[in-house]
């Protein structure tokens, strides 16, 4: 019998509608429950792609006798952390606070007023490695309950005036200037691994958003030492196993040092954050490898992640059938040497397993290997190479395929239309570009009201119940803005403009700056939300920032530059002590302190050869958070073309930073040099 998540449009919440446990979504009316039954909540946060998170369902959630106890006892309540990042992080800083860690799924018990007392992560269905049983916690969780509610709520009320207490140093309201972002890199610089690239030991995290500080300040400054972090180790994990060797795209993580051995679930956000890095690093240096992977990345998340209605989906799992009946992490994607020798013949076999680091031990489990591009003297013909990737993917295509999320998250959604546009730019394909249309018309259609308020996420079409947060309007302003340097449509800009205007208005605190990460007038948690660092995406914080800037370089706005000054002032608190957990951020001060550049390109027509060429040469330029704008000449499509005539018939970019602007360019080349000094 379906209990109460039949009728939710979260994958992971449909995942348990049929276990005996009789979930409640969030709700009001959970707690009303908990409320008139005297029983306290237990609250389970996961997502779809989690690979523990099945696991504690499949040990607890389906096991009828512990189903029973919690039946009996509480009132449980399963939260998708991707539908309700508000609820996740508040409850996720009470676990860290209490227990010096987190993660998910995130286990917690809450009074009937939503208050926590007890903490923790996955529970096993036995004793194990010190863990206490699921059981044992849910019988001395249920005696505390019956015998000394006083004593729990005290232990509740203190843990809420203590997060109440937890409040940011923000360092002011003024943005990061050269010192900060020069002791940025020096930290950053103290924490890379020079032999492996990245940060700090395992597991291991692309560390998208740093690389991306680091390409720009390279930009503006010269800086060699952060060119040569930011393409050794993108070319540390495009050649490791975090990246899928066959059909592109990275996953969320590599558990060991060497990018050898990935966590296989592949999300949305990294591919979109890590597609633009590679992007914009093939820009700064010509690098084949990079363009290889932004293509390869791209066209992953369009293959595989694309839905019907033209948005993109949440996730692809990590696990999938072994071919035997068994749920495997990685089983999709590691090979075995009898495995090549199947699928590519004896003469193949051989030279295939040298080229992709496959061994007879494994680097994976049960003497698997994970694909990768080990560094060798040895030279592999390319037809040949080409020849096995294509019948290792047709044969990679038989297996069963792993689990699809496919809800549709507004702020990962754009992040993924800012890297189709500006990939699409780059290596003259159009059909990103329209990719990346076709996922910002959905989110016009499904995500934005009249009001042009954001919901969270859709599935088939269909909008979700829960409010955008802060990241979602800030990612998704980022991505219309991309579509508007990129198309010459000033719809987008306009949009992208709405989408602020509720920054302004209901997420900043006027006193302060300072940003939350909920709308004042969401719904009301135990505390309202707060998190400037970026950690898997970009923090709310700083996407905000960052559109903020992008949209006041646009129209000269200049209450929304001074609101994109006063966030970052965090950033110069923060990125001199923790450069790693700010570097969207610090991208973003990158973009401050170049300007940034406003570039505006004039031509008769956008379909005219010379104009198309000032174009793409604007968005070639490496200037850090340049905007462009093109179209006719005295356009009314976007600010920065007013009073721009062309020179003698001549299409022309006008470039101007500062309340300062050079003279008129016509020539393309001279454009991107401009734009990359």
Not at 456 to 463: F, L, P, Q, V
Request: glycine residues 10%.
């Amino acid at each position: 019998m379906p209990n109460r998540l039949a009728h939710e449009t979260s994958p992971y919440l449909l995942q348990h509608a049929d276990n005996p446990v009789d979930w409640w979504p969030w709700s009001e009316e959970a707690f009303e429950e908990a409320r008139r039954s005297g029983r306290p909540v237990l609250l389970s946060v996961g997502y779809s792609s989690c690979h523990w998170c099945h696991v504690m369902a499949h040990e607890s959630f389906e096991d009828e006798a512990t189903a029973d106890f919690l039946n009996t006892h509480f009132v449980s309540v399963k939260v998708d952390r991707e539908e309700r990042p508000d609820v996740d992080a508040v409850y996720m800083e009470a676990v860290q606070a209490a227990t010096g860690q987190g993660g998910w799924p995130m286990t917690v018990f809450l009074t009937p007023d939503a208050e926590p007392f007890y903490f923790g992560t996955y529970f096993p269905p036995a004793p194990r490695h010190g863990m206490p049983s699921f059981q044992q916690v849910l019988e001395g969780v249920r005696s505390a309950w019956a015998d000394r509610r006083d004593e729990v709520a005290e232990v509740a009320g203190k843990i809420v005036r203590d997060l109440a207490g937890r409040e940011i140093s923000y360092g002011g309201t003024e943005a990061p200037g050269e010192q900060e972002l020069a002791q940025a890199l020096l930290g950053l610089t103290r924490e890379y691994d020079p032999q492996r690239g990245g940060f700090g030991g395992a597991p291991k995290f692309p560390p998208s958003m740093v690389i991306e500080f680091l390409l720009r300040h390279h930009a503006r400054t010269g800086a060699e030492g952060a060119l040569q972090m930011a393409r050794d180790t993108c070319e540390r994990m495009a050649r490791g196993g975090i990246y899928d060797q066959l059909g592109g795209g990275f996953a969320r993580y590599s558990v060991d040092r060497d990018w050898v051995t990935p966590h296989f679930e592949k999300m949305l956000y990294d591919n979109a954050l890590l597609c633009r890095v590679y992007a914009h690093l093939w820009r700064a240096t010509g690098s084949d490898l990079a363009r290889r992977v932004a293509l390869e990345t791209a066209d992953f998340m369009v293959r595989e992640l694309r839905t019907e209605q033209g948005g993109f989906a949440s996730a692809l799992d990590a696990d999938s059938d072994d071919g035997s009946g068994r749920h495997v992490e990685g089983a999709y994607y590691v090979w075995t040497p009898e495995q090549l020798r199947e699928a590519l013949g004896d003469d193949d076999a051989e030279p295939a397993a040298r080229y992709f680091g496959v061994t007879e031990e494994g680097t994976f489990e049960e003497g698997a290997s994970v694909l990768q591009l080990p560094q060798r003297d040895e030279v592999f013909d390319a037809g040949r190479v080409a020849s096995v990737r294509a019948r290792l993917l047709e044969r990679r295509a038989g297996r069963p395929a792993p689990g699809r999320d496919d809800k549709v998250v507004a702020a990962w959604n754009g992040l993924a239309i800012a890297a189709l546009a500006e990939t699409g730019a780059c290596f003259d394909r159009p059909d990103l570009v329209d990719a990346a249309l076709g996922a910002a018309d959905l989110l016009v259609r499904v995500h934005l009201d009249e009001q042009a308020r954001l919901t969270r996420t859709s599935k088939d079409g269909r909008a979700g119940a829960n409010a955008g947060v802060l990241e979602d309007y800030g990612d998704v302003a980022e991505g219309f803005l991309a579509l508007a340097s990129v198309t010459g449509e000033g719809v987008w800009l306009d949009f992208a403009g709405f989408l602020l205007d509720h920054v302004l208005t209901r997420f900043v605190d006027e006193e302060s700056g300072a940003l939350y990460d909920t709308a004042a007038d969401a719904e009301r948690l135990i505390r309202r939300p707060q998190d400037p660092t970026d950690n898997a995406v970009p923090s709310g914080w700083s996407a905000a920032a960052g559109a903020l800037l992008g949209y006041a370089a646009h129209t000269g706005s200049e209450p929304h530059r001074r609101a994109a000054e006063r966030a970052l002032g965090v950033v110069k608190a923060l990125g001199p002590r923790v450069p790693r957990f700010v570097g969207w951020g610090l991208a973003v001060a990158e973009a401050l302190l170049d300007g940034p550049r406003e570039v505006a390109v004039v031509g008769p027509a956008l379909s005219d050869e010379a104009t198309k060429a000032l174009h793409r040469a604007a968005l070639l330029g490496t200037a850090p958070g340049a905007v462009v704008a093109v179209g006719a000449a005295e356009s009314d499509e976007f600010p920065l073309l007013a009073g721009r005539p062309l020179q003698q018939g001549v299409p022309a970019a006008y470039v101007c930073r500062n309340f300062t602007c050079d003279a008129p360019i016509t020539d393309p080349d001279r454009l991107r040099e401009t734009l990359s000094s």
